[in-house]
């Protein structure tokens, strides 16, 4: 038995940080709202259950400063796998005011000031890179991912992620969501060894 | 060069078959459109482009009669990766009523009368199954998958179904829309070798 909590940081660059944003359009005004709201969905949902022991961090970026929320799946409640159920959970998330700690925000959803220096700091993370080593291939994998949504990392992200071990999913170039789907399928494949 | 054009074709069994339906309602009035919305999004998308050699089938059965929709990768426009690009465009394509043969609906849609059968009589289809051959075996794959939206396949399809090969995807279930990223990795890696 393979036992883990994988964790997924998804860097959203534009994405707002106050709940006024409209379900409607996360796209556009939310600032790719749409693509955070994928990754949820992919991070916890198996047919008819979702994964409890996974956690997913949305670091936004489109704000004063940046907001991490942090969503528990042994803890999250009224999750559905629809984008406007995953968006309206994160507009719940940001009526909570963010502070240094974590602090509840809703069931399952814990929000804090500071984005992925603060998160770096406290777990190792691996690097979603289409030139790092396949995730097939080495004899145990990471738990921890860092991805970028629909841009590349900044400079000053660059910066940080420089020294992090890398991995890529397969010859080809994928969304956040769907990279996050092709690794937990090798994770669920290593769990069964 | 291992040259394909995989076609996915979802069954939604309460997908409605007129385009009156809510863009912000999908999981509810629309009979769960945003499953097939989320399975057009994995057919399609790659990081910054589309792949242009795919097409998606939607039979929508939650209307009087079976209707058929069908996504070409090559000629589809204005899709965006978001849910409600998608529901727009299935929208779009209901307008155009439904005949025996498939009739241009929008720009790389298609739409006509009936479903699972007629459909199977024109292309050898596998069938998603947690009890089929794992992807990753044998040595060459099926171009052409059905697979089912959030419920079971019934039995009048079960029937239809019955002597076609059979594919896993991995351990667990996984939702209709991860199930085609699986499959999409897995083809992406066997098409690089």
């Known amino acids: 038995m393979y036992t883990q909590m994988p964790r997924f940081a998804i860097i959203g660059h534009k994405a707002v940080t106050t709940p006024d944003f409209s379900l409607n359009d ?14 949820i969905n992919t991070s916890f949902f198996l047919s008819h259950d979702l994964r409890r022991n ?16 942090r969503f528990s799946g042994d803890t999250i409640r009224s999750l559905n796998p629809d ?9 719940k998330g940001l009526t909570t005011p963010a502070e ?31 030139n790092g080593e396949d995730i097939r291939s080495p004899e145990t994998l990471p738990e921890n991912y860092i991805l970028s949504d629909h841009v590349n990392f900044t400079e000053e ?27 937990q399928n090798e994770l669920d494949r ?4």
């Open 26 to 39: 996360m796209p556009g005004g939310a600032g790719r709202m749409d693509v955070l709201c994928r990754c």
């Open 54 to 69: 996974v956690e997913c961090y949305l670091i936004l970026r489109g704000g004063d400063e940046d907001i991490t929320l």
């Open 83 to 91: 984008e406007r159920s995953a968006g309206a959970l994160i507009k």
């Open 100 to 130: 240094d700690q974590f602090k509840k925000a809703a069931g399952g959803i814990v929000i804090r000031k500071g984005g992925l220096a603060k998160l770096l700091s406290e777990y190792p993370f691996a690097v979603l890179d289409e």
């Open 157 to 183: 992200e660059t910066e940080l992620l420089n020294d992090l071990p890398r991995y890529s999913v397969g010859p080809r170039v994928l969304h956040a969501d769907h990279t996050i789907t092709v690794i």
């Open 190 to 193: 290593r769990e069964q060894q």
